[in-house]
């Protein structure tokens, strides 16, 4: 399994204001993924993370909105732009093609309320 | 797009009971994966099934694939305190570029009263 951890774990935001998100495994992994989890909702696919490219965004999701790099196979940040309070919510990384090839592990989670 | 209907949306036993929750796609699964959720936390990952008729164990927890691969349940036996939290099942969504894109169930929410 991998060990990865979130930066910040929780932070308060003022709408119009963007926070970056960061995401950090304990090995190389062959796919990082941002998903988001809306209060009392499941978790939605955001994007996944290429390595030394741009990031591939699911339907509803945009580069402008949530601009994404990752410049190794360690690591990734996830920025939160120009944000209202309906971006308040639950961000989690997760990785896969470590270890058993086909498992994936999330990290804690970055909790944004957005005021 | 791959839906995954969990079943019950609760459920709340006492201590020692067993208990099963269930995942039903409507198309056919590739990868299915539970998970456990702490309320406001990350995903704790508990298995991973991807064979028709698959089924694993991790201490009391149990988890199976139906042979068609459209079903799986995740049973816990003698329910203990430290079950209680949010179960979550996930499947890749189909297509052959999309490995690792989950689509997850509603989540069932677990409480065991001691």
Redesign the interface.
Same mark, same amino acid.
């Given at each position: 399994s991998a060990v990865i951890s979130q930066k910040p774990s929780r932070d308060i935001c003022q709408r119009g204001t963007s926070l970056t998100i960061q995401c950090q495994v304990d090995s190389q992994v062959t796919m990082m993924f941002w998903y988001r989890q809306q209060p009392g909702q499941s978790l939605t696919l955001i994007a996944t993370a290429n390595q030394g490219s741009e990031a591939t965004y699911e339907s509803g999701f945009v580069i402008d909105k949530f601009p994404i790099s990752r410049p190794n196979l360690t690591f990734s940040t996830l920025t939160v732009s120009n944000m209202s309070p309906e971006d308040s919510s639950i961000y989690l990384c997760s990785v896969a093609g470590t270890g058993n090839y086909y498992e994936q592990y999330f990290g804690p989670g970055t909790r944004l309320t957005v005021t | 797009s791959q839906e995954l209907e969990q079943s019950p949306q609760s459920l709340i036993v006492q201590e020692g009971k067993n208990l099963t929750i269930n995942c039903t796609s409507s198309k056919t699964l590739y !990868?299915l994966?539970w998970?456990k959720q702490k309320y !406001?936390? !990350? +995903?704790? @990952?508990l298995m991973?099934l #991807?064979k028709g008729g698959e089924e694993k164990s991790h201490e009391k927890i149990t988890a199976k694939l139906d042979e068609k691969k459209q079903q799986s349940s995740l049973h816990i036996t003698a329910s203990q305190p430290s079950h209680a939290g949010i179960y979550?099942c *996930?499947a890749d969504?189909p297509g052959g570029t999309s490995? *690792?894109? +989950?689509? @997850? !169930? #509603? *989540?069932t929410i677990l409480t065991v009263h001691p």
């Open positions: - | !990868g994966y998970y !406001g936390e !990350g +995903l704790i @990952f991973m #991807q979550l *996930g969504i490995y *690792g894109k +989950l689509t @997850f !169930g #509603q *989540g």
